[in-house]
């Protein structure tokens, strides 16, 4: 936990004893997934703590930006930073993100995003990372995936007038599922995406809050609307989900370099997806399960 004044508590639930409770000059954490190494942001500097052997580690992110959000990869090897940049504006605010390896920085972008707390979420083989960015265009908010193999980011969905919530990754497949919710028109819908092939899979108008099972075989989602609160199921068919490619080990980039600083303009492909009103792409893809209003079984 982490108090008001950026120290770091750790508690041992088992026993109930306070393991550490020093100055930590924290302003967020996260926990490595198999909890045995806690990340810690402060301005402009994160530092990785070994539980194990109580080891600390310290790089720097450079500029002296707050860092707001950390995310590392299911496997644990890879850290996402996410860093605040400039003045603090209420619509958006420009974000510097890095992502790390063994205290080696082997990625950066930069993209706009809510002032406060970034929403990010790694694929499950570490190939991807989704994360939600607020357009430089328009009011609406965009999802984006940034390569680790290419160190490339391509645009998956920009809507006007619209909010994304959530993103969640199917656990054995590079399928993105996310929600857009219409602020004209206080309705949402979710959306399946295909991160190889670049491509919409299904869309259903009635859910927002998409959240895979853990074995995959299942997408859980909340209302459509505003007042709708209640919950679906959707059956998904292992056959029709595409196989997940081989994981390619990025170049490291050496941390004795200078970091560079982010430029205006992200970097962005040419390539666009805009989800289209119709049905899903594959009927056979996904098949309710359950009534609207049905309890969950």
Known sequence: ???????????????????????????????????????????????????????????SVGMG???????????????????RVGSLDFERMRFNVQVWRDAVRVGSFSCWMRPYFPTAAWSA???????????????GDEAWLWSAESGATRLVTSVETSQIFQLDWAPAAPILAYDLLRNDLGT??????????????????DGMGPRFVPDGSRLL?????????????????????????????????????????????????????????T?????DLLLPSLLAGAPLR
């Open 65 to 83: 930006e707050e860092i707001a959000g950390l995310a590392y990869s299911p496997d644990g090897s890879s850290l996402a930073v996410f860093a």
């Open 279 to 283: 049905g899903p792409a594959n009927p």
């Open 188 to 205: 949402g819908a979710t959306f399946l995406f295909d991160a190889t092939s670049h491509r919409e899979l299904a869309r259903f108008d």
């Open 1 to 59: 936990a982490l108090r008001g004044d950026e120290r770091l508590t750790i508690w041992d639930l088992a026993s109930g004893r306070l393991e550490q409770d020093a100055p930590s000059q924290a302003s967020i954490l996260a926990v490595r997934p198999d909890g045995a190494q806690i990340a810690l942001g402060g301005r402009g500097v994160v530092r990785l703590l070994d539980l194990a052997g109580a080891e600390t580690r310290r790089y």
């Open 125 to 139: 083989d570490g190939r991807w990372l989704a994360y939600i960015a607020r357009s430089v265009e328009h009011r």
């Open 221 to 277: 989602v909340g209302g459509g609307g505003i007042l709708d609160v209640r919950m679906r199921e959707y059956a998904v068919d292992p056959k029709a989900t595409p196989p997940t490619p081989t994981v390619a080990t990025p170049s490291p980039v050496p941390t004795t370099a200078t970091p560079t600083p982010p430029s205006a303009t992200p970097t962005r492909t040419t390539a666009t997806h805009t989800p289209t009103p």
